[in-house]
């Protein structure tokens, strides 16, 4: 099987899932990620075999995404930041509009010269503190997970890029472990925020292989997580610490609402790159707030 004939192929039976230019897209994404080739070197070059190895990892990663698995989990990588991690279905898959929020962190603390501490809470593939450890150098950054398989997936993506992050296991909805933890400059978090309701109306590649643990908050509490994190933050922030959160667009002004509610200021929200309100960042001025 040559390049040329590969992508073909892929592109064609990717069609019965999706529409012909997304079908093509993830095809030349494979095509890269096994050859290593840009889209006009494999031009030049499509009358080249496989090698035996890339033939082999092609028609399993076909075979996964003619099952309606996320390209990411059957290449096993997914791109943010500019570097790669590791992903599988334990963990969700790194999105651009999460790549935003830590370089709005990263921008607020950049030109600072006191070391912070910084608290993600849902580290899923470890791509938020990471990022942060990776460009904050003198940074003590932290993370929580639930889950354990995603913990693993963290790990692993902390070790492989260089990232001294501190991770912990612990359930954050169980109020009772929070003693546990100290303060923090800067707590983060792109936490479960989607209504179970809303499951039927997204792409079967979302609702039937991420993780329904990352994804999803009761149809009667939508605010679950933001409310626990306002929380958190008002006995676990240092003093003028900072709250940011990736946000339900739909939910976005009634979280800003409820983190000014709890006693935060300057409370801020912003459009993604699409024109969506998805960013929020809340400062606690703890010793002139009850």
């Known amino acids: 099987m040559t390049i040329n004939e590969a992508f073909y192929s892929l592109k064609q039976d990717l069609q019965a899932i999706y529409d012909a ?43 996964a995404l003619k099952k309606g698995e996320p390209m990411q989990y059957a290449l096993g990588e997914a791109w943010f930041m500019g570097r790669s991690f590791y992903v599988n279905n334990a963990v969700l898959i790194p999105r651009p509009e999460t790549e935003e929020l830590v370089d709005w962190i990263i921008k607020d603390q950049k030109n600072k010269t006191d070391n912070i501490s910084v608290l993600d809470i849902g580290t899923g593939s470890g791509c938020i503190p990471i990022s942060l450890q990776l460009a904050l150098r003198d940074a003590d950054v932290s993370s929580m997970d639930v889950s354990a398989d995603a913990l693993s997936v963290a790990k692993r993506n902390a070790t492989t890029l260089g990232a001294g992050v501190h991770f912990y296991e ?19 978090s792109n936490p479960p925020y989607i209504p179970e309701s809303d499951k039927e109306t997204m792409h079967s590649n979302v609702k039937d292989h991420e993780p329904s643990l990352a994804l999803f908050v009761p149809n009667d509490d939508a605010l679950l997580f933001y409310r626990n994190i306002a929380d958190f933050g008002r006995t676990h922030l240092t003093e003028n610490g900072i709250v940011y959160c990736e946000l339900h667009l739909e939910y976005a002004q009634a979280t800003q609402q409820l983190f000014e509610e709890k006693g935060y200021k300057n409370v801020e929200i912003r459009k993604d790159m699409h024109g969506n309100w998805r960013m929020l960042r809340a400062e606690y001025l703890s010793l002139c707030s009850s």
């Open 170 to 188: 612990n359930n954050f909805l169980n109020t009772d472990t929070w003693n546990g933890f100290p303060k923090y400059d800067i707590i983060v």
């Open 21 to 63: 230019q997304e079908a093509a897209a993830i095809a030349h994404e494979v095509l890269f990620t096994l050859t290593g080739l840009e889209k006009m070197e494999r031009l030049a070059k499509k009358d080249t075999p496989l090698t035996s190895e890339q033939r082999t990892k092609f028609e399993d990663v076909a075979a």
